[in-house]
C-alpha cells in the first residue's frame, strides 16, 4: 500500500506545479480590469473613448447632401446608412472642403450585400455578379442611392429602330 501512496503523491505534487502555473500565466496574461463589469475588462471603455471618432454619422452627411437624401427616399436603400457603403466620413464632415472621399468601385461595394447567398432572404435583391455584370461596374446601370433601373428611361434612351428591334 505505501507504493500506491507514493504514485499519488506524485500525482498532486503533478497537479500542484500545473495550478500554480496556471495561476502564474494567468495573471500574466489577464488584464487587471477583467471582471470590472461582469465577463468584460474595465479599462476597454476608456480606451475606446480616448479613440478619434471616424464616423460621422448619416444625419451629419444628410445635412450637406440633400440631394442624395431624395434619391435615397425614392428607393429601398433609404434604410442603409451612408457610411455602409463610404466608410467612416468623420474626417470630410469635419472639413468637406479639402477631404474627399474616395470614388467607389461599385463591382466591389454593391456585391458586400447583393452577391447571390443561399442564406440570404429570398426577397432581398440577390445577384450572381459573373452572370449578372460580367464585372461591369454596378454604377454604369444602376444609380446606388436608388438601384431599381426604371424601364420608362431605357426605353426613352433607346432610338426608334432600336425599339422596332426589341419587339421583333
Given at each position: 500500500m505505501l507504493k500506491d501512496i507514493e504514485h499519488l503523491i506524485r500525482l498532486a505534487v503533478v497537479i500542484a506545479i500545473a495550478l500554480v502555473a496556471f495561476v502564474?500565466?494567468?495573471a500574466a496574461v489577464v488584464p487587471r480590469s477583467f471582471g470590472e463589469y461582469g465577463?468584460?475588462?474595465g479599462a476597454a471603455i476608456d480606451e475606446i473613448?480616448?479613440?478619434p471618432i471616424a464616423f460621422a454619422g448619416h444625419e451629419t452627411c444628410e445635412g450637406c447632401h440633400t440631394d442624395v437624401v431624395d434619391q435615397k427616399k425614392l428607393g429601398k436603400h433609404v434604410v442603409v446608412a451612408c457610411e455602409a457603403c463610404h466608410g467612416?466620413?468623420?474626417k470630410h464632415a469635419d472639413d468637406p472642403g479639402s477631404v474627399?472621399?474616395?470614388k467607389l468601385d461599385t463591382a466591389v461595394v454593391c456585391v458586400r450585400c447583393h452577391e447571390a447567398n443561399a442564406a440570404k432572404p429570398k426577397n432581398f435583391p440577390q445577384v450572381a455578379t459573373a452572370d449578372h455584370s460580367g464585372g461591369i461596374a454596378c454604377d454604369t446601370c444602376h444609380?446606388?442611392?436608388r438601384p431599381r433601373i426604371e424601364t420608362a428611361k431605357i426605353d426613352a434612351g433607346k432610338t426608334d429602330s432600336a425599339k422596332t428591334e426589341g419587339r421583333k
Open positions: 502564474i500565466l494567468r465577463h468584460y475588462r473613448v480616448s479613440r467612416a466620413q468623420a474627399q472621399p474616395a444609380q446606388p442611392h
